[in-house]
């Protein structure tokens, strides 16, 4: 197992989903001894406008840009995690309007659904969640449950917004190959985010494998979050065998989830390169 360096590839601010502050996370990731951290929020890269690098800095931690774009491949929704991305880019500026866009549409739409579902909803509400952060399925959930309509998270994506759902609305992300195309056009490594959170067949995953590396891929997640040594070993031979670079993130959104801990990423297999080499 190769050790250094400690690093967090994949989290959220509450420019999206998370609970924390972009400067909160770092501190969060000092007080783990993270090294190297990249702040990957859903579509956006709102907490890069801030003077995050020299906080970073003055904490010892390496800032790597980051962000997870949300796209579709053969009907489903995949999240490719773009690194060390120029954000300079006036083309990634345009990718990153042409998601805002998406995801206001989508909470339209998600809001819709669920009133005809017999939901009480109004987008604004919604909105007043998601407060600085673009609406995510995670606020619907939130507001369902804050209002008592129905009992938990896991339940509101159980039964209205997860995966093949009602609310799950995927129309309007961009293709694969578009999500890859912004990401290495910026100058930066698209990354497989959290691979067997798909529920795809190994074949199926091959196949999204090709499909990514014939669109420029570089990387894949196969550390994420909690996995268990058989997940780890397999994902490990997947990267090997696509040739893909190896990235590892918690997944974090906000802290009380033992199964996403900021910092608290397990040690590559030795087989893997580390998607790191490509910058230090
Ligand atoms: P969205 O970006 O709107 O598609 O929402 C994706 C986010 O929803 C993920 O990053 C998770 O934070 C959250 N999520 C997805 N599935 C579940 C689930 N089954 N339970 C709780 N949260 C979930
Ligand atoms: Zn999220
Ligand atoms: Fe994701
Ligand atoms: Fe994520």
New binding site residues.
């Given amino acids: 197992m190769s050790v250094l360096p400690a690093i967090d590839f994949h989290c959220?601010s509450h420019f999206?989903?998370g609970a924390l502050s972009p400067m909160e996370l770092l501190e969060l990731a000092k007080a783990r001894d993270v090294q190297q951290l990249a702040i990957t929020d859903?579509?956006t890269v709102g907490a890069y406008a801030l003077p995050l690098h020299a906080s970073a800095a003055s904490a010892g931690i390496t800032l790597v840009t980051g962000c997870?774009i949300?796209c579709q491949w053969q009907r489903r929704?995949i999240?490719v995690v773009g690194l060390n991305l120029d954000l300079a880019s006036s083309d990634f500026g345009r990718a990153m309007t042409i998601q805002a866009q998406a995801?206001e549409d989508?909470a339209e739409k998600i809001t819709e659904v669920l009133q005809r579902l017999g939901f009480d909803v109004a987008l604004p509400q919604v909105q007043a969640l998601a407060g600085l952060g673009v609406?995510?399925?995670?606020h619907f959930?939130q507001h369902l449950v804050a209002t008592g309509q129905i009992p938990s998270?896991?339940m509101?994506?159980?039964r209205v917004?997860?995966?093949g759902k009602p609310g799950?609305i995927k129309a309007n992300w961009p293709t694969l190959e578009t999500a890859v195309g912004w990401i290495t056009d910026a100058g930066g490594i698209a990354v497989v985010a959290h691979p067997m959170k798909y529920n795809m067949t190994l074949t199926k995953l091959r196949a999204l494998l090709s499909d990514f590396v014939a669109a420029g891929g570089q990387g894949l997640e196969v550390l994420t979050g909690y996995q268990d040594a058989q997940r780890i070993n397999a994902l490990a031979d997947l990267a090997h065998r696509f040739d893909l670079y190896a990235s590892a993130g918690s997944?974090f959104?906000q802290p009380g989830q033992p199964w996403a801990e900021l910092g608290r990423v397990a040690a590559l297999p030795d087989r893997c390169v580390p998607v790191w080499t490509l910058w230090s």
């Fill in positions: 959220h999206s989903d859903h579509d997870e949300s929704s999240h995801r989508r609406v995510g399925r995670p959930a998270m896991t509101a994506f159980k917004l997860g995966s799950d997944d959104h």
